[in-house]
């Protein structure tokens, strides 16, 4: 790839459209143009185009959600894709994907929504308000008895900055943490298990399962029928890693025969959640849309203009994906 000369400072005058970086806004989703304005802001000289509005065949640089599979193939000039949040497997599933740098973003307060999404979540299940939910549509008054956090175990499945973050907030809260990742790692006071072999022991302890994994070819569809069976009856399942995470019909079928109790999911296969999808109608499944944690525009937009003036200056760009690992 031919390397070019770098890029301007934010404040310099262009002086020629050669010297601005085409900068496409993509999504078959959601709206992108809530970007324009934060790119403007940290980068004038960008010229900013917005897919399908726009003619973004000749664009350098593409920030992407969910793109479709038949536009960035075309874009012959790209160096840089860009994701607006912590996971881009949605950009690297493309089968027309360029061999140019995918970045993702990482927004020092997105673990703290996603932590108290999780934190949420979790005192739904433990303080039993998702009972009192189907409660008052009966009119029945009924007061269980309450438990120690202490004597509640959470399991966490993927022990990344997320993880961590969520894990610590939840030990802290006073709940008995437990974590399962690839490999193994240590942490005071959490209980590791790691890679297929110690699996079952993580699932059989845990009372409320977090899912925060990425989505790779190993855990597309990890939490199926086989899984749910591992867990103890009673137990309730939260999903705030990715929507291709579940197999929803295994996730049906076990509430359905009472194996678990509930659950609560952020994130879908299909976004927006298909009207007549079946999770939206179970009573014991509490749907939010993909709002557990949001990056900032202007932090996506800080880290996206970092990376242009990188890439154009043939440099090495910052939270680059490793595409055989997925993240």
């Known amino acids: 790839m031919t390397k070019k000369a770098p890029l301007p400072t934010a404040a310099a005058a262009v002086e020629s459209d050669s010297e601005r970086p085409v900068v496409a806004l993509i999504s078959a989703h959601i709206d992108m ?73 990482v927004d020092p307060n997105h673990a703290r929504g996603i932590v108290e999404y999780a934190s949420w979540a979790t005192l739904f299940f433990h303080r039993d308000f998702d009972v009192f939910q189907r409660n008052r549509l009966k009119r029945a008054w009924v007061q269980p008895r309450q438990r120690r956090a202490a004597n509640v175990t959470v399991g966490i ?35 590791f298990f790691a890679g297929d072999g110690e699996r079952a022991a993580f699932l059989e302890g845990t009372n409320i399962l977090i899912a925060l994994l990425p989505l790779t070819a190993g855990t597309n569809g990890i939490l199926n029928a086989d899984l749910f069976a591992g867990l103890p009856k009673g137990a309730a399942v939260v999903n705030i890693g990715r929507g291709e995470l579940v197999n929803e019909p295994d996730l049906l079928a076990s509430l359905d025969a009472g194996h678990l109790r509930g659950a609560v999911l952020d994130v879908f296969v299909q976004e927006p959640l ?54």
């Open 33 to 105: 143009s809530f970007m324009r304005g934060p790119i403007a802001k940290a980068m004038p000289e960008a010229d900013i185009r917005l897919w399908p509005k726009d003619d973004v065949t000749q664009a350098d640089v593409a920030l992407c959600w969910r793109p479709p599979h038949d536009v960035l193939g075309e874009m012959k000039r790209l160096r840089l894709v860009h994701g607006i949040g912590a996971g881009v497997d949605n950009i690297l599933s493309l089968p027309d994907l360029p061999d140019v740098p995918v970045c993702r973003v």
């Open 157 to 191: 499945m993927g022990w990344g900055n997320l993880g961590r973050a969520v894990g610590s907030a939840l030990k802290a809260l006073g709940y008995t943490v437990r974590a399962w990742a690839r490999t193994a790692h240590e942490e005071e006071g959490i209980e």
């Open 274 to 327: 298909p009207e007549d999808n079946p999770l939206w109608v179970n009573p014991r499944v509490f749907v939010t849309p993909h709002i557990a944690s949001m990056a900032d525009p202007d932090v996506i937009a800080s880290q996206f203009v970092e990376n242009i003036r990188r890439a154009f200056a043939g440099e090495a760009v910052i939270n680059e994906v490793d595409r055989t690992r997925g993240y």
